[in-house]
């Protein structure tokens, strides 16, 4: 299966909110509720930020908020802070029952 | 505290087996409530699903490296692990092991991740 598309990049300064897409068809996104969205700092693991579309994991920071249209989710982060600097990976259930990713986002706080 | 951590060769060569080990602490995979999976970041890119293992043995791999995957699972010793044959140098990344909350992604803990090189 094709990795999802996310923008390559994207940026924003402090207090600010951005949104990160993640776009895939109706076999994955588009036909299941189940994507989730990574925080990743360099040299760190990922970071499970949203599951299930638009749940957030015990912890994390009501500022990270997700959802879908169609066949494309967003994540959106509002007040955007210096920490939220990262790459930001999206991941989708597929019909045939294996997990996608996208190819990630790099998120610069100016 | 649930914790993952890899341990494994980080140089393999080519056309050998690569395997690798994930233990797992404050959690029992007999639990049978999640599923335990494996994922690569290769050089500079993005993330790649490998497959996972639920505690009683059935597994689900990636179709593109499934010819090539076994995730095995030993309850006893609270441990699963991966083995990739016929390696290349393209299947040099970042593997990690983590935990799927439910088959369908949303892994909540994640090991540290171990480096593996193919090079002769």
């Known amino acids: 299966q094709s990795a999802l598309t996310q923008p390559a990049s994207v940026s924003g300064s402090p207090g600010q909110s951005i949104t990160i897409s993640c776009t895939g068809t109706?076999?994955?996104?588009?036909?299941?509720?189940?994507v989730s969205w990574y925080q990743q700092h360099p040299g760190k693991a990922p970071k499970l930020m949203i599951y299930d579309v638009s749940k957030r994991p015990s912890g994390v920071s009501n500022r990270f908020s997700g959802s879908k249209s169609g066949n494309t989710a967003s994540l959106t982060i509002s007040g955007l802070q210096p920490e939220d600097e990262a790459d930001y990976y999206c991941?989708?259930?597929?019909?045939?029952?294996?997990?996608?990713f996208g190819g990630g986002t790099e998120l610069t706080v100016l | 505290q649930v914790q993952l951590q890899e341990s494994g060769p980080g140089l393999v060569k080519p056309s050998q087996t690569l395997s690798l080990t994930c233990t797992v602490s404050g959690d029992s995979i007999s639990s049978g409530t999640y599923y335990w999976t494996w994922i690569r970041q290769l050089p500079g890119k993005g993330l790649e699903w490998i497959g996972y293992i639920y505690y009683n043995g059935r597994t689900y791999y990636n179709p593109s490296l499934k010819s090539r995957v076994t995730i095995l699972v030993d309850t006893s010793k609270n441990q699963f692990s991966l083995n990739l044959s016929s390696v290349t140098a393209a299947d040099t990344a970042v593997y990690f092991c983590?935990?799927?909350?439910?088959?369908?992604?949303?892994?909540?803990?994640w090991g540290q991740g171990t480096l593996v090189t193919v090079s002769s």
């Open positions: 991941s989708s259930y597929t019909s045939n029952g294996a997990l996608v």
């Open positions: 109706s076999s994955d996104i588009g036909g299941h509720n189940y």
């Open positions: 983590a935990r799927d909350r439910d088959g369908y992604g949303g892994f909540d803990y």
